[in-house]
């Protein structure tokens, strides 16, 4: 079986699962494969280069690795999906000319966030953010809110 996208990986478990001995191959390995034009023609050459033992088998881990691999995988991309929202959430007040970032380092700590969340209920008056009820609201009164 050839390894290419996501494809081939039910079929390779339900082939596995059947008790088949399955030889899954690099698609480089079957690369330089002649008149291949269909899908019949690359299963032919395919079986072709096995027959001869021209193909290596890839590793393909225990069924457990699989799955605590895969629940890896998805975290790492939840993380890297969260990071690009928190870049968004911290350059939407910059468009709004809202400099929040001097007053709060962390958008997604407490303040950050009750500072995010005024805006979304469409408080868009600096004057009335510091005012409100935010921990930092002494400190933005000083120093970044002009009459």
Request: net charge positive.
């Amino acid at each position: 079986m050839e390894s290419t996208g996501v494809y081939w990986i039910p079929v390779y478990e339900i082939l596995e699962e059947h008790g088949f001995k399955v030889v899954l191959s690099n698609a480089r390995d079957t690369r330089a494969v002649p008149c291949r034009k269909t899908n019949v023609g690359d299963a032919q050459w395919i079986q072709q280069l096995h027959a001869c033992s021209l193909l290596k088998a890839s590793f393909r881990p225990d069924a457990t690795i699989v799955e605590l691999r895969t629940y890896i995988r998805v975290r790492e991309r939840m993380l890297d999906y969260a990071a690009a929202h928190i870049q968004h959430m911290q350059k939407a007040p910059t468009f709004m000319n809202v400099q929040l970032h001097i007053v709060v380092p962390d958008i997604t700590g407490v303040t950050g966030m009750k500072i995010v969340r005024v805006i979304v209920e469409g408080e868009h008056d600096p004057a009335i953010l510091a005012t409100s009820e935010i921990h930092v609201v002494k400190w933005m009164n000083k120093q970044y809110v002009r009459p």
